[in-house]
């Protein structure tokens, strides 16, 4: 397999873990990245951006657990899930390029675009707090994605198809990893047990904003294209009975959905998040290595 050739990894029969490799040309290189008739490219361009951007934000912040998990095998199972959805991102970038004619590589997608321009959900840029927090997070990111990965599968785009049947086997491990934990912690001891209901407490606000559809989402999904996140609430909600029913946790009140981060209105993390994750770029923008 080539490295520098991302699509490869999604039908290849050897081992996929491309991100490990040294090459950065286009990912879709060679690929048939002809948009769908009757399918609008700038739409289909910004959708891939908004389940890109939410795969790069909540990467990043998986990376900033290295060194703070609470043992080194589960850095190892944090940075690879980081990895995992580092390289979704990175088809899903490409994929905006060649969809919206502009040609633009994912450089440009995760590098120079402002706080405003990101389309992530806002759950996926909350702050590093404890690991509590990052497990309850992880657990209800992995398990929507996953539902949407799945209803993506046969998508008229059959770029954004194969991206999503590729996705679907990484993603079904981070949620089952996520569960795992979220189990152990919330049927451990009383102060294990406490840690897990808080951090599901105080990211459950966000939740509403999963299921809400943005324009292009709706105008998509009627074309066969995306999926209307509104039709993944009843599995999510079974899934998250069955594992917190098992980590005797309780599920948070509901609140009013806020729908900001796919319209690019963000918490007040974000800004930082990618002034660091940009520093180099910006300041070296020609570089290569």
Same mark, same amino acid.
């Given at each position: ?7 490869e990894a ?11 490799g ?12 002809t ?7 700038? %739409?289909? /361009? *910004? ?6 951007? !939410?795969?790069?934000?909540? @990467? +990043? &912040? ?37 969809a ?5 590589g ?12 990101f ?5 996926a ?24 990965l799945?209803r ?23 949620? %089952?990893? /996520? *569960? ?6 919330? !049927?451990?001891?009383?102060e @294990? +047990? &406490? ?21 292009v ?20 909600d ?33 800004g ?6 940009q520093?180099?770029a ?8």
């Amino acid at each position: 397999m080539s490295f520098d050739n991302v699509y490869e990894a999604l039908t290849g029969d050897g081992d996929a873990r491309w991100a490990f490799g040294t090459g950065f040309a286009d990912p879709l290189n060679g690929v048939d990245t002809t948009v769908p008739p009757d399918v609008d490219g700038a %739409d289909l /361009a *910004a959708y891939c951006l908004m389940l890109g951007d !939410d795969a790069l934000i909540m @990467s +990043h &912040r998986l990376q900033e657990w290295c060194t703070n998990a609470p043992e080194l095998e589960e850095e190892v199972a944090l940075a690879n899930i980081g990895l995992d959805l580092l390289g979704q991102t990175r088809l899903l970038y490409a994929r905006a390029g060649h969809a919206d004619g502009t040609g633009r590589g994912e450089d440009h997608y995760a590098f120079f675009r402002g706080e405003e321009e990101f389309a992530n959900v806002r759950l996926a840029e909350t702050p590093r707090g404890d690991f509590g927090d990052l497990i309850a997070t992880l657990l209800v990111f992995a398990t929507w994605r996953l539902a949407l990965l799945q209803r993506l599968i046969p998508s008229r785009d059959p770029v954004l198809a194969a991206i999503a049947a590729k996705g679907v086997k990484e993603v079904a491990y981070h949620r %089952d990893h /996520a *569960a795992q934990w979220t189990v152990r912690l919330g !049927d451990g001891t009383d102060e @294990s +047990h &406490r840690r897990m209901q808080a951090g599901l407490d105080r990211i459950w606000p966000l939740v509403g904003e999963l299921f809400t559809a943005h324009e292009v989402e709706t105008r998509l999904a009627r074309s066969g294209v995306a999926v209307d996140p509104a039709g993944l609430r009843a599995e999510f909600d079974a899934v998250l009975e069955q594992v917190l029913t098992a980590a005797t946790l309780r599920r948070p009140a509901d609140v009013p959905p806020d729908p900001g981060g796919r319209r690019g209105l963000h918490t007040d993390a974000l800004g930082p998040l990618l002034a660091e994750l940009q520093s180099v770029a910006r300041a070296h923008p020609e570089a290569t290595w």
